[in-house]
């Protein structure tokens, strides 16, 4: 039975629950974690524009990423405070294909990024005397203009054809953001090519930069296996080892919610998938990357050293 078809001009998110004092619960939760995680990537963008020391292409394409991560959840976790706390679930129409946009193009934005990172790391240890001429400034940024375009051309596809079919009568989406899975359900008429579509675009853009990924990080144990001293193979292996921890968990949450075709089955889960790739993984990715690592260290024990002193005497500065 086709749906009657209508002219939305909002949508209402069901969000998490109903239950007052578990919104202001989930509030409190999300706002720590919101403002850890924007905290954790300014710090990592600041330290590694000032301090010289981090002025290598490991720590360039770290900061972009910080970037990309505060615009993630940035698209999404403000709309969700604000609906937990005052108890409005309603969305315009408008801000809600912005952001099912804005979600999709960077979260694509960060797969090309670690797919970069990887391959960098990748002749950082298994080509050093060739990594300093290979991986210049020149390269990097254009690697990383390549990440932001390509990510905007392999989105933009899926979205125009999405406008393109009418919606029908409800405008009720069960998520707590402007997801994808619920928005397709709302749409009239077929929807098989677009979710083709979708998913030949999540396959493309998922498993591709995986696969560099995965060979990128086998080629470096590999690498790693064959160095005589074991404080050599300690050092490499800390640093892959916290960059596949976030390729881990990034990539494992996001195939669950965009490979599978099936897009009525897995809603209720998917939020709780959601949840770690919006809010969780943000807030980790400065942490394994960048904070725990001995240079980053030293360098923001260095600015707090110039911030205390600025604020003792600001002529010294």
């Not at 949508?11 to 999300?30: A, M, P, S």
């Not at 881990?248 to 959601?274: D, H, M, N, R, W």
């Amino acid at each position: 039975m086709k749906r009657n078809e209508s002219r939305i001009s909002e949508f209402i998110l069901l969000g998490f629950t109903d239950i007052r004092k578990l919104q202001l619960l989930l509030f409190v939760i999300l706002l720590f974690s919101y403002l850890l995680t924007i905290t954790g990537n300014s710090v990592i963008i600041i330290l590694t524009n000032l301090d010289h020391r981090l002025q290598t292409p490991m720590y360039f394409f770290l900061w972009n990423f910080s970037i990309v991560e505060i615009g993630f959840t940035m698209a999404v976790t403000p709309q969700t405070l604000s609906h937990l706390l005052t108890g409005h679930k309603n969305v315009p129409y408008v801000g809600c294909m912005i952001q099912s946009f804005m979600y999709f193009h960077l979260g694509t934005t960060e797969f090309f990024l670690l797919a970069v990172m990887s391959y960098d790391r990748y002749l950082a240890i298994c080509n050093p005397l060739r990594y300093p001429s290979i991986m210049h400034k020149s390269l990097c940024t254009l690697l990383v203009f390549c990440c932001w375009i390509g990510s905007f051309l392999l989105i933009i596809g899926p979205s125009v054809i999405f406008l393109q079919l009418p919606m029908c009568d409800s405008n009720i989406l069960d998520h707590f953001f402007c997801d994808n899975t619920p928005l397709i359900q709302l749409l009239c008429g077929d929807t098989r090519f677009l979710e083709l579509f979708g998913f030949v675009t999540a396959a493309f853009s998922l498993l591709g930069t995986l696969s560099i990924s995965v060979a990128s990080y086998i080629n470096i144990l590999k690498t790693i296996l064959t160095i005589p001293s074991g404080t050599g193979r300690k050092k490499a292996f800390s640093t892959c080892a916290s960059h596949f921890i976030v390729v881990s968990i990034t990539y494992g949450s996001c195939i669950f919610l965009y490979i599978s075709p099936s897009q009525a089955s897995k809603v209720e889960f998917g939020k709780i998938v959601a949840i770690l790739n919006t809010i969780v993984s943000p807030l980790l990715n400065p942490f394994i990357y960048s904070l725990r690592n001995q240079q980053v260290q030293e360098a923001l024990k260095d600015l707090l050293r110039e911030v205390v002193i600025f604020i003792k005497d600001p002529r010294k500065t």
